[in-house]
T-cell receptor
Framework: SQTIHQWPATLVQPVGSPLSLECTVEGTSNPNLYWYRQAAGRGLQLLFYSVGIGQISSEVPQNLSASRPQDRQFILSSKKLLLSDSGFYLC???????????????FGNGTRLTVT | AQSVTQLGSHVSVSEGALVLLRCNYS??????LFWYVQYPNQGLQLLLKYTSAATLVKGINGFEAEFKKSETSFHLTKPSAHMSDAAEYFC??????????????FGQGTRLTINP
């Protein structure tokens, strides 16, 4: 079966510091990968998605970037964190390929980031 | 473009009572619809999905949802609430695949409280 791992679970970082959040998927190959952010009291906002190694699409302009160095690894980064980057970050995957057009997303347990 | 509106950011019911969480969607293409549940500090777990088969969809934990095209609704129900149902619930709609990626648009969420 497929599993998705995110780490760390919680992170407290000062303003201006760098960020690296990692997500890996096991049990599947060539998945679609996604980063969502959930701000307090708000819904989920899609930040980035990737359909393959090195292929990153950004949904909103922001202080963050994403990379996919390996098939099942997705990294969310920032060079200098802002206070507004605080939130709950969720990684998700969905199967890629014909016949999967109605597949749901499967989420990791999230990383709670607090920028101080 | 796709959008989701969840009516009521907070819903409170008594244990054993009917649970009704409302979701209305807007979609330019035949929609795929999903309900997710989120427990505190955890990721999202899929409850059920509508993928153009039966309009009444049964999910996990006794939940079900009915797709009504004429009302553009996909309300979530459970006949008898249990204390363990206390969580936040998200309705989501998918749009056309973008390079094979399943981009879900989420509602703002409804926090369900169960009173003993």
């Amino acid at each position: 079966s497929q599993t998705i791992h995110q780490w760390p679970a919680t992170l407290v970082q000062p303003v201006g510091s760098p960020l690296s959040l990692e997500c890996t998927v096991e049990g599947t190959s060539n998945p679609n990968l996604y980063w969502y952010r959930q701000a307090a009291g708000r819904g989920l906002q899609l930040l980035f998605y990737s359909v393959g190694i090195g292929q990153i699409s950004s949904e909103v302009p922001q202080n963050l970037s994403a990379s996919r160095p390996q098939d099942r690894q997705f990294i969310l980064s920032s060079k200098k964190l802002l206070l507004s980057d605080s939130g709950f970050y969720l990684c998700a995957w969905s199967p890629n390929g014909p016949g999967y057009h109605n597949s749901p997303l499967h989420f990791g347990n999230g990383t709670r980031l607090t920028v101080t | 473009a796709q959008s989701v509106t969840q009516l009521g950011s907070h819903v409170s019911v008594s244990e054993g009572a009917l649970v009704l969480l409302r979701c209305n969607y807007s979609s330019s293409v035949p929609p795929y619809l999903f309900w997710y549940v989120q427990y505190p500090n955890q990721g999202l777990q899929l409850l059920l999905k509508y993928t153009s088969a039966a309009t009444l969809v049964k999910g996990i934990n006794g939940f079900e949802a009915e797709f009504k095209k004429s009302e553009t609704s996909f309300h979530l129900t459970k006949p008898s609430a249990h204390m363990s149902d206390a969580a936040e619930y998200f309705c989501a709609v998918s749009g056309p695949l973008i390079q094979g990626a399943q981009k879900l648009v989420f509602g703002q969420g409804t926090r369900l409280t169960i009173n003993p």
